[in-house]
């Protein structure tokens, strides 16, 4: 059974600059022939990891921790839960992770390693454990360039490491997935999908901003400015997408059903409150999403509703109601063609009116978050018990 929650949103920014390029141009791309504004999915995917930390509903030690310095934090956890010292703490989980072919070379990883709190544990525990034989080689790759790709270990401690890798991931890693190029076995297959965000309408040139700064203890003379630059900003109405794959987070967290309900719990709430950071002290473009649509669908496949906007959302009345009806006239066509309309809900935040085509209206986020996560358990709580 193919079980799935999508998100549907349209979230109308003011101008700001969320996402830029290698140039610090705002992003876009080019769809229905006519470029558009575009937020990077990454970019979004940060936004929510970081605010996973914040809410609570799922705790620090069931997320994960994306880092270069993974020995580092080792280190740090031999330090403070069984008393290492913590340069022999360095050079030693600097060992172990070599030893699973994740060298450290110049006092860092040589990419990104994405790892739950729960396995970093895991892997201090067990150098503490191992802690003399582990010592005895001098195996000193902290901060310096090893040696070779895959350093030994004693005994079956590299056996034992590799083991703490195994097992349920982090609610981030189980959602967002991870690539690890030397242990491919280790890979996680991401259980959400995340589009990129691109403005429902066509994207006109881009604008600038020229700002200039003046030296607070400048003498009597104001005259001219001690400082001056350009920034490039515009604003749009973005149709976001995403979609989780029920049984795929589930899986990944070994069939944890609460732990997969309370990780959706926190991938709406942070879908609806976080955003991208980029150049927001400058603009503070805090603007919430003007419909949030989720829909709960079973034996179906993912649908992304963005050619409703192919045909670039004109300006006579704005973008955010147009864009509104656009979708929902395409939500509508392709159920009554595809079928499998499944359960969908949606809050409509820039007025009162209700939506002709799309389904049952929420009064607050807090209500369709509450729904939403009810229908996905109960459907979390049947892939289950199919698999006893």
Aim: net charge negative; aromatic share 6%.
């Amino acid at each position: 059974m193919k079980a799935i929650l999508e998100l549907h949103y349209l979230q109308n920014f003011a101008p700001s600059n969320l996402n830029r390029d290698d140039t610090g141009s705002p992003k876009d791309a080019y769809f229905g022939g006519t470029r558009r504004a575009r937020v990077s999915s990454q970019s979004f995917k940060r936004a929510m990891r970081m605010d996973f930390r914040e809410r609570g509903t799922v705790t620090r030690d069931e997320l994960g921790e994306r880092t270069k310095r993974a020995h580092e934090e080792i280190a740090r956890l031999l330090h403070s839960e069984h008393r290492r010292d913590l340069g022999a703490a360095t050079t030693a989980a600097a060992a172990a992770l070599g030893g699973l072919g994740l060298p450290v070379k110049e006092g860092k990883s040589e990419y990104l390693l994405f790892l739950g709190r729960d396995e970093l544990n895991k892997v201090a525990d067990l150098i503490n454990t191992h802690w003399e034989a582990l010592n005895e080689g001098n195996a000193d790759t902290g901060g310096k360039k090893a040696k070779s790709k895959k350093t030994a270990l004693p005994g079956d401690l590299a056996k034992e490491l590799n083991k703490a890798l195994d097992g349920p991931r982090a609610v981030d890693v189980a959602l967002f997935g991870r690539m690890l190029a030397d242990l491919p076995d280790k890979n996680a297959d991401a259980a959400a999908q995340v589009a990129h965000a691109i403005s429902t309408h066509a994207m006109r040139g881009r604008e600038f901003d020229f700002y200039t700064a003046v030296d607070d203890l400048k003498p009597t003379d104001t005259a001219g400015a001690d400082m001056l630059g350009t920034v490039e900003f515009g604003s749009a109405t973005y149709y976001r997408y995403a979609c989780v794959d029920l049984q795929k987070l589930l899986d990944n967290l070994g069939g944890d059903v609460d732990l997969a309900a309370r990780g959706l719990r926190a991938f709406l709430e942070a879908s609806i409150f976080a955003a991208p950071t980029g150049k927001q002290n400058t603009f503070a473009a805090h603007n919430a999403p003007g419909l949030m649509l989720q829909v709960v669908r079973e034996d179906a496949s993912p649908r992304n509703l963005a050619n409703a906007f192919e045909k670039a959302v004109r300006e006579k009345e704005g973008f955010v109601r147009p864009s509104m009806k656009a979708l929902a006239e395409e939500l509508t066509r392709q159920d009554a063609i595809f079928g499998d309309a499944g359960r969908g809900r949606y809050v409509n935040a820039v007025d009162d009116s209700d939506i002709d085509g799309l389904s049952e209206r929420k009064e607050s986020v807090q209500a369709l978050i509450d729904a939403t996560v009810a229908d996905a358990e109960a459907i979390l709580n049947t892939l289950k018990a199919a698999q006893k």
